[in-house]
């Protein structure tokens, strides 16, 4: 006889769960495409919320009950699979495996909100931009649960390929269509709400959905580091706007800044000069900026030399070639073109054009 263990809502969560850290792991390298990593990765944690829930709550399947969380059980797993008998429905390296990938999305997700927010001001925990915090280490940390997790994750389907050719227990036909043979014909089948099913799709589409077309939403929202230069430095943004976009100067070193500012009848190929009283209060301005946090400081430059001239900007921007600013008609030192917060001086991948 075939019964229903896996209900319509556990094994949506499954896939879907599945689906979003596989590929929020294969965009990890994409800079460009960092935004996207992350919804991905919060929408992997929004996966592990509701399953939580499930577990704790939800269909018989799914429940805690269906798991064999016995060491004892894990280990005659191991040591005698061929004999082994399943005395719940998963079995207990599924059990451990499901648990594990659990707490590791949760921690890569927590180091990936810690990270955005110490690094860029970005999200939940946005005020550790102003904390003394490394995001050097939260990165790796980031990186490493989420190795672990991907192997965790390979090593599960490994398990589930022995399982299924090895012991020809047919567990892959039993996650898509949720059906296993049993011999005893007493037991029930589980419940299997479409409507629950429905519900629970429909709230992570929804969530996703959110965070794909409102990117200021409060998992990336970046308001704490923008500057209001206008209003900080009103000579500067007045006068330095007129040819171009309006460079931060506090994203280069103040020792740029005053090259820049000392040169300006020689800058870049014209004559910026200002006149003696103009110059004074922008040079006035600039020194206030010390203070100001800036998420980059790009290496002291030569006089008239582009920043993008420099090796700090040529890897952050290495997946563009020539080719590219030709086609799409933008200059690389049109850095608003991309940036859309760059005249607040705010650099980040949730910003980006
Ligand atoms: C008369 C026009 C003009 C004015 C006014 C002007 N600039 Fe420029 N600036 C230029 C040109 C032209 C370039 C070269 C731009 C390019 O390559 O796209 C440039 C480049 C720059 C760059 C280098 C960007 C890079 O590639 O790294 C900085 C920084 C800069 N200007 C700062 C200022 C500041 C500060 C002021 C105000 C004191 C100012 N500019 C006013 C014309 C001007
Ligand atoms: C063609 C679009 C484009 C232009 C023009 C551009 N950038 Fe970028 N920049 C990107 C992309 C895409 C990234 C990678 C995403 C990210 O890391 O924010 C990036 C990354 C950066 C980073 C690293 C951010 C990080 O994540 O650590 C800095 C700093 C930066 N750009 C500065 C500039 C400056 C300064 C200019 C102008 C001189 C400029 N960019 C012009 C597209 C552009």
Request: with cysteine.
């Amino acid at each position: 006889m075939k019964i229903l263990i896996f209900s319509y809502t556990t094994r949506i969560l499954h896939f879907l769960f599945a689906t979003f850290i596989l590929s929020s792991y294969l965009l990890s390298d994409i800079p460009s495409l960092l935004w996207l990593h992350s919804t991905l990765g919060i929408a992997a944690l929004f996966i592990v919320l509701l399953r939580v829930i499930w577990f704790l709550f939800g269909e018989e399947g799914a429940k805690i009950s269906s798991f064999d969380l016995k060491y004892k059980s894990l280990k005659y797993y191991i040591l005698e699979y061929f004999c082994f008998k399943n005395s719940k429905i998963r079995n207990p390296a599924a059990s451990y495996s499901a648990i594990l990938m659990w707490i590791l999305t949760f921690l890569v997700g927590i180091t990936g909100i810690v990270f955005i927010g110490a690094k860029y001001g970005s999200g939940l925990l946005s005020f550790l931009y102003f904390r003394d915090i490394d995001p050097h280490f939260i990165k790796e940390m980031h990186e490493l649960f989420g190795n672990l997790l991907i192997l965790t994750a390979g090593l599960h389907v490994i398990g589930v390929i022995a399982d299924n050719y090895l012991k020809q227990s047919g567990i892959v036909k039993t996650m898509l269509d949720g059906t296993i043979k049993v011999k005893a014909e007493n037991i029930l089948p589980f419940s299997n709400s479409k409507l629950t099913a429905i519900f629970s799709t429909s709230l992570i589409l929804l969530f996703i959905l959110y965070l794909v077309s409102y990117r200021d939403n409060i998992f990336f929202n970046t308001q704490v580091s923008h500057n209001d230069y206008k209003s900080l430095a009103p000579v500067m943004y007045a006068e330095c706007k007129e040819c171009h976009v309006f460079y931060p100067p506090n994203l280069t070193s103040l020792q740029t800044q005053m090259n820049i500012l000392n040169n300006l009848e020689n800058h870049f190929g014209t004559d910026a000069s200002l006149d003696n009283k103009t110059l004074a209060l922008i040079i006035q301005e600039t020194k206030l900026f010390g203070k100001i946090k800036s998420q980059y400081k790009f290496e002291d430059l030569e006089n008239n030399e582009s920043i993008t001239k420099t090796e700090q900007w040529k890897h952050f921007h290495e997946e563009f070639d020539d080719n590219w600013y030709v086609e799409h008609k933008i200059k690389r030192t049109n850095c608003k073109a991309c940036h859309i917060g760059f005249e607040d001086g705010s650099i980040n991948p949730f910003e980006i054009k």
